[in-house]
């Protein structure tokens, strides 16, 4: 069984500060997405990666996929209150989404 | 349409009755997945659906939980006889290419 393991699963921290998310599995994906989830509201993609070593950058989002494919990280820098939500990794199988157990970041002003 | 739409976007209710939960995916896409969202926590997978193939129904907790696609289109999820352990947001999306459209979800609870 396909498993993504993400940490932390809370963060709290005041505006400004830089923060890291992980995502980890024990297995290959062919690709990871990244979504953030707000209340009431379904998952809206962020990015995908593909390439092992990528690194893709959204704004104050840096987004990097691990060499073997495994695992992968999502740094915000500068942590703004809108950033606020559930985060979560989803590994793409040959085509089952495999989500991981989600970050829920909160930013205070 | 635009996006992935579902309805109801609540539903309350009692214990031991049927439910019916609607998806309309995006025109033109041709897999669909439900997922279950319990509060606070990851999306587990239910089911999906890709073409005319046979669905994949590896993630479905129990006989209770059916789901069929009419037409490559519109996917019902029913859950009969429901549970209090059934309260749940049910997620749907769909696909064409690499990327995955959600819907806002169902929230159910059982009472």
């Known amino acids: 069984t396909q498993l993504l393991e993400q940490s932390p699963q809370f963060l709290s921290i005041q505006e400004g500060e830089n923060l890291t998310v992980y995502c980890n599995s024990s297995?290959?994906?062919?690709?990871l997405q990244w979504y953030r989830q707000e209340p009431g509201e379904g998952p809206v993609l962020l990015v995908t990666?593909?390439?092992?070593?990528e690194v893709k950058k959204l704004k104050r989002l840096t987004f990097q996929f691990g060499d073997a494919r495994k695992d992968s990280s999502l740094h915000i820098t500068a942590a703004q209150p809108g950033d606020t939500g559930l985060y979560l990794c989803a590994g793409a199988g040959t085509y089952k989404y495999i989500f991981g157990t989600g970050t829920r970041l909160k930013v205070l002003a | 349409g635009a996006g992935v739409s579902q309805s109801p976007s609540n539903k309350v209710t009692e214990k031991g009755k049927d439910v019916e939960l609607r998806c309309d995916p995006i025109s033109g896409h041709t897999a669909l997945y439900w997922y279950r969202q319990s509060l606070g926590q990851g999306l587990e997978f239910l089911i999906y659906?890709?073409?005319?193939?046979?669905?994949?129904k590896s993630g479905l907790p129990s006989d209770r939980f059916s789901a069929e696609r009419t037409g490559g289109s519109v996917s019902t999820l029913t859950i009969q006889r429901t549970q209090q352990e059934d309260s749940a947001v049910y997620l749907c999306?769909?696909?064409?290419?690499?990327?995955?459209?959600f819907g806002q979800g169902t929230r159910l609870t059982v009472v």
């Open positions: 990666v593909v390439t092992g070593g």
């Open positions: 659906f890709q073409g005319n193939s046979a669905p994949d």
């Open positions: 999306a769909s696909r064409q290419g690499g990327t995955a459209f």
């Open positions: 297995s290959v994906f062919s690709s």
